[in-house]
T-cell receptor, first 112, second 113 residues
């Protein structure tokens, strides 16, 4: 079983719809992250959380919101999806005091 | 090497040759660097890391070199194999930015048999 699990893995939706991507981890890490990947642009940080009560904006947080429901769960929401949010989204975890991120398998979102 | 733009830099090597993937980072306050490998359809996977108080670190078939003077990082893969074909990302962590990892654009490595 994957240590960092993302659901759904693939989603096609329409402009204006609300979408939630979920991430859960069994690694016991305190830090969780949401990244977006677009072709040729690498990984860009959307939001990150260092603990359950800690939420921080990343480079490209506009149009997104997050919720850290528990240490093991971090969800990303698009309140009103738009086509330029079509991308591959990755959740990642890390243990404080270390640098390495552990990534999920990704959620591919297409907004028509 | 990595650069700003929409076209992913590519590197094509023959199986068995050594590969060198380069990365220029931007923040002189960065104190930690990582290389990730991303195969098609998968999430990035850790390869090797290095702290800013080092200039070289070796792993199994991989070596990372850090030149802080010119803010340059490289990943060397010895005896490149077809399974090494992937996109490689460097990432930097700046201590003055809350410990976030900032990723480069990525370089696509293609290994020819």
């Amino acid at each position: 079983d994957a240590d960092v699990t993302q659901t759904p893995r693939n989603r096609i939706t329409k402009t204006g719809k609300r979408i939630m991507l979920e991430c859960s981890q069994t690694k016991g890490h305190d830090r969780m992250y949401w990244y977006r990947q677009d072709p040729g642009l690498g990984l860009r940080l959307i939001y990150y959380s260092f603990d359950v009560k800690d939420i921080n904006k990343g480079e490209i947080s506009d149009g997104y919101s997050v919720s850290r429901q528990a240490q093991a769960k971090f969800s990303l929401s698009l309140e009103s999806a738009i086509p330029n949010q079509t991308a591959l989204y990755f959740c990642a975890t890390a243990l404080s005091g270390t640098g390495e991120l552990f990534f999920g398998e990704g959620s591919r979102l297409t907004v028509l | 090497g990595e650069s700003v733009g929409l076209h992913l830099p590519t590197l094509s090597v023959q199986e068995g040759d050594n590969s060198i993937i380069n990365c220029a980072y931007s923040n002189s306050a960065s104190d930690y660097f990582i290389w990730y490998k991303q195969e098609s359809g998968k999430g990035p996977q850790f390869i090797i890391d290095i702290r800013s108080n080092m200039d070289k670190r070796q792993g199994q078939r991989v070596t990372v070199l850090l030149n802080k003077t010119v803010k340059h990082l490289s990943l060397q893969i010895a005896a490149t194999q077809p399974g090494d074909s992937a996109v490689y990302f460097c990432a930097e962590r700046a201590g003055n930015q809350g410990g976030k990892l900032i990723f480069g654009q990525g370089t696509e490595l293609s290994v020819k048999p």
